[in-house]
Antibody, heavy 121, light 113 residues
Framework: QVQLKESGPGLVQPSQTLSLTCTVAGFSLTSYNVHWVRQPPGKGLEWMGVIWNTGGTRYNSALKSRLSISKDTSKSQVFLKMNSLQTEDTATYYC???????????????WGQGTLVTVSS | DIVMTQSPSSLAVSAGETVTINCKSSQSLLYSGNQKNYLAWYQQKPGQSPKLLIYWASTRQSGVPDRFIGSGSGTDFTLTISSVQAEDLAIYYCQQYYDTPYTFGAGTKLELK
């Protein structure tokens, strides 16, 4: 059974760094790509970036200078780090997996439950 | 970046009605190499994660009721929900996966009339 679960601090101070973990089960990170998507309260969805099954990454250019995604395949974990947080980074952060690992099949069939991160002093 | 524009932003319906949600992309999502449209639709209910409904613009995800129908090609796409049920009240998003950054529409909120 495919599962993804995000974890991390619920509250981050402005200008600090956010560190989130997506722990997956039921599949290998060497076979599937994992994406990060965020959603500010009451607003829409924003794709943040992806770590490919190969280990390569691609980021949303709007966040690229602040964002880093990595993984530990042996622990089935994907990591998101984003620095210089501001109040507008307050959002629910989701990790999501594609249906297959086939290039171009980049829709999100499996989602974590999401974790709400509030940026506030 | 490819901009996805959804309309309407909200829609009030009665149970049993048929509704249509539109999604327009700023550039074609039709890839000539395989004649597929790189567009997906999601449903998000309050307090829940998005749920995949449709991919390749018209292919229903396994388990999705056949009252959800995706159509369109190129830059203009539609999600039709026939005979809306109370459980369909949610926000619907389109998403392009033609190119990064993958982008979503702003959403269409389906409400009860």
């Amino acid at each position: 059974q495919v599962q993804l679960k995000e974890s991390g601090p619920g509250l981050v101070q402005p200008s600090q760094t956010l560190s989130l973990t997506c722990t997956v089960a039921g599949f290998s990170l060497t076979s599937y790509n994992v994406h990060w998507v965020r959603q500010p309260p009451g607003k829409g969805l924003e794709w943040m970036g992806v770590i490919w099954n190969t280990g390569g990454t691609r980021y949303n250019s709007a966040l690229k200078s602040r964002l880093s995604i990595s993984k530990d395949t042996s622990k089935s974990q994907v990591f998101l780090k984003m620095n210089s947080l501001q109040t507008e980074d307050t959002a629910t952060y989701y990790c999501a997996r594609e249906t297959t690992g086939i290039p171009g099949y980049n829709w999100f069939a499996y989602w974590g439950q999401g974790t709400l991160v509030t940026v506030s002093s | 970046d490819i901009v996805m524009t959804q309309s309407p932003s909200s829609l009030a319906v009665s149970a049993g009605e048929t509704v249509t949600i539109n999604c327009k992309s700023s550039q074609s999502l039709l890839y000539s190499g395989n004649q597929k449209n790189y567009l997906a639709w999601y449903q998000q209910k309050p307090g829940q994660s998005p749920k995949l409904l449709i991919y390749w613009a018209s292919t229903r995800q396994s388990g999705v009721p056949d009252r959800f129908i995706g159509s369109g090609s190129g830059t203009d796409f539609t999600l039709t929900i026939s005979s809306v049920q109370a459980e369909d009240l949610a926000i619907y998003y389109c998403q392009q996966y033609y190119d990064t950054p993958y982008t979503f529409g702003a959403g269409t909120k389906l409400e009860l009339k």
